[in-house]
Nanobody, 124 residues
């Protein structure tokens, strides 16, 4: 069973930065799209960003475009989400996920394997 493992969350002040990491519990990793999602209390899980298996194609939610950057290092079996200019509304549990197949777009239903999530809190 594939398990995704997120790390890097924490408490940060508005305007600050965090970098989240995501690694799978089993290989291979570098043949699949990886997505980032988030869920705030009382809200639906929403798409944040995704990256193709080779890192050449990315997509972002409008709410994070220009502030967040998704990247991957397949030699380290890790996908990153660099989050800059954080706002209180970015507060949520952040999840990384992988589809059963090779490709997925922005719908959470397209992703099969999920991590437990990492908490990001933006507050002064």
């Amino acid at each position: 069973q594939v398990q995704m493992v997120e790390s890097g969350g924490g408490l940060v002040q508005p305007g600050g930065s965090l970098r989240l990491s995501c690694a799978p519990s089993v290989r291979p990793f570098n043949s699949f799209t990886t997505g980032w999602f988030r869920q705030a209390p009382g809200k639906e899980r929403e798409f944040v960003a995704r990256i193709s298996w080779d890192g050449r194609t990315t997509a972002y939610a409008d709410s994070v475009k220009g502030r967040f950057t998704v990247s991957r290092d397949n030699t380290k079996n890790t996908v990153y989400l660099q989050m800059n200019s954080l706002k209180p509304e970015d507060t949520a549990i952040y999840y990384c996920a992988r589809p059963r197949g090779l490709y997925a777009d922005i719908a959470a239903s397209e992703y099969t394997y999920w991590g437990q999530g990492t908490q990001v809190t933006v507050s002064s």
